[in-house]
Nanobody
Framework: EVQLQASGGGLVQAGGSLRLSCAGSGFNFEDYAIGWFRQAPGKERERVSCISSHESITSGYARSVEGRFTISRDNAKNTVYLQMNSLKPEDTAVYYC???????????????WGQGTLVTVSS
């Protein structure tokens, strides 16, 4: 069974940090690009960042998080991370990770999706 498990969300004050994890199982994790997306209440889903399979090339970051968030992966642990620093209330959203055969910022190409983890940033 294919699974993507996003974890690490929670409540944090503005200026704080969180590290999200996305653990995959049931497929060849190392052969898949992983993307982080987020969706705030009443807003459309937004691509945060994506990382390629073996070379760990990123597709860049959403302008709203650039310089504060860092994506990385550890294929030995079948896990991709999203380090989030200097968090702002506008970062409040459900964060999802997803897996695709190729690096893309386009959500529909992603084959597998995790259940999401809620990040709440208080002011």
């Amino acid at each position: 069974e294919v699974q993507l498990q996003a974890s690490g969300g929670g409540l944090v004050q503005a200026g704080g940090s969180l590290r999200l994890s996305c653990a995959g199982s049931g497929f060849n994790f190392e052969d898949y690009a992983i993307g982080w997306f987020r969706q705030a209440p009443g807003k459309e889903r937004e691509r945060v960042s994506c990382i390629s399979s073996h070379e760990s090339i990123t597709s860049g970051y959403a302008r709203s998080v650039e310089g504060r968030f860092t994506i990385s992966r550890d294929n030995a642990k079948n896990t991709v991370y999203l380090q989030m620093n200097s968090l702002k209330p506008e970062d409040t959203a459900v964060y999802y990770c997803a897996a695709a055969r190729g690096l893309s910022d386009y959500a529909p190409v992603y084959d597998y999706w995790g259940q999401g983890t809620l990040v709440t940033v208080s002011s």
